[in-house]
C-alpha cells in the first residue's frame, strides 16, 4: 500500500485507488496529481491500495479486497490483512475510491445507501447514474469506511484513465479541497435487489444494455448457447460476459431521481 499528501494537517478527505490490481485507471488519476500537486484548501490523502496486485496486474493475489472488509491483521489472505490496515489508514476519512469494469464505459457512481453525503457529492461528479447496493455491500470498503465508488470506464482503457482523473478532481471540488465550483446534474439512483448468477460454461453471451430496462420475458444473457429470460422486469448493472468469476452481474430496480442540489458549494 502506498499513501500520499496534499497539503498539511490531519487529512478528512482520501482518494483510494487500485482496490483492484487490474484497474490502473485511479493509479493514473493519483500520480497526476502527485505530478501536478496542485494547491489544496484541505489536505487530502491519496491511497494505492493493492500494490501487488497491480504489479501482477490481476484483480487480487488471494481474494477480492473489495470483499475482504472491514479485514483481520492475522488473516491468512494478503487481501484480508491489507482490508485491516486500509481500514486503519483511512479512519475518520470520507473515501472517494476509484474502480473501472468490463460492463460499462460511462462512469457511474456507487454508494452502500443514499447518505445525505451521497445526496451531495453524487450530483456534483460527472456521472450518468447512482447505484445503491443496498443489502449487496458485504465486504465492500463502504462497509467499514465512509466511501463514494466511481466506476470510471473500461478497464485498460485511456479514456477511463482520463475519467478517473476528471471525477476525482469534481470529488475535491466538491468537499472543497480544491477551489472552484462544480456543475450539478439530475442523476437516477438503481437499487440492486439481486445477483445473476452464472452456472459454469466455456462461452458466455450478454444481450442487453446496462441501466436499460429488461423486460419480462426478454431473454438477457446465455452460458454455452443455453438463454436466460426474464421472470420479471429488471435494470441490469454491472452485468457483462466475463467480468466476475460467477456472476454475470446484477439486477436492479430504478427507485429515484436524485434532484440536483442548490447551491454547488
Ligand atoms: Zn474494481
Known amino acids: 500500500m502506498r499513501v500520499a499528501q496534499l497539503g498539511s494537517g490531519t487529512p478528512e478527505i482520501a482518494v483510494v485507488a487500485g482496490i483492484h490490481g487490474d484497474e490502473p ?16 484548501e484541505r489536505p487530502v490523502k491519496l491511497v494505492v491500495a493493492n500494490e501487488e496486485a497491480l504489479e501482477r ?55 452502500n445507501g443514499v447518505s445525505e453525503i451521497a445526496t451531495d457529492i453524487c450530483p456534483q461528479l460527472p456521472v450518468s447514474a447512482v447505484v445503491e447496493t443496498s443489502t449487496f ?21 485511456e479514456t477511463a484513465a482520463e475519467n478517473a482523473d476528471r471525477l476525482t478532481r469534481a470529488f475535491l471540488t466538491a468537499v472543497g479541497a480544491l477551489p472552484g465550483d462544480t456543475v450539478s446534474r439530475e442523476l437516477p439512483i438503481f437499487r440492486l435487489t439481486d445477483v445473476i448468477p452464472k452456472t459454469e460454461a466455456d462461452t458466455y453471451e450478454v444481450f442487453v444494455e446496462n441501466f436499460t430496462e429488461v423486460d419480462s420475458g426478454s431473454p438477457f444473457a446465455a452460458a454455452d448457447g443455453e438463454t436466460q429470460v426474464a421472470d420479471e422486469p429488471f435494470y441490469p448493472v ?28
Open 57 to 111: 496486474q490481476v484483480r487480487y493475489v488471494d481474494e477480492d479486497l473489495n470483499r475482504a472488509f472491514p479485514g483481520d491483521p492475522d488473516a491468512t489472505t494478503h487481501e484480508g490483512r491489507l482490508a485491516d490496515r486500509l481500514v486503519e489508514e483511512l479512519d475518520g476519512c470520507l473515501a472517494f475510491s476509484m474502480h473501472s469494469t468490463q460492463s460499462h464505459a460511462e462512469p457511474f457512481a456507487i454508494v
Open 25 to 40: 485507471c485511479g493509479v493514473r488519476a493519483i500520480e497526476r496529481l502527485l505530478d501536478d500537486r496542485p494547491a489544496v
Open 238 to 265: 454491472l452485468m457483462s460476459p466475463n467480468g466476475y468469476r460467477d456472476v454475470f452481474g446484477y439486477a436492479a430496480e430504478k427507485v429515484d431521481v436524485l434532484p440536483t442540489s442548490t447551491a454547488a458549494d
Open 137 to 157: 455491500s458485504q465486504g465492500r470498503l463502504f462497509s467499514s469506511i465512509d466511501t463514494v465508488e466511481v466506476e470510471c470506464g473500461m478497464q485498460g482503457t
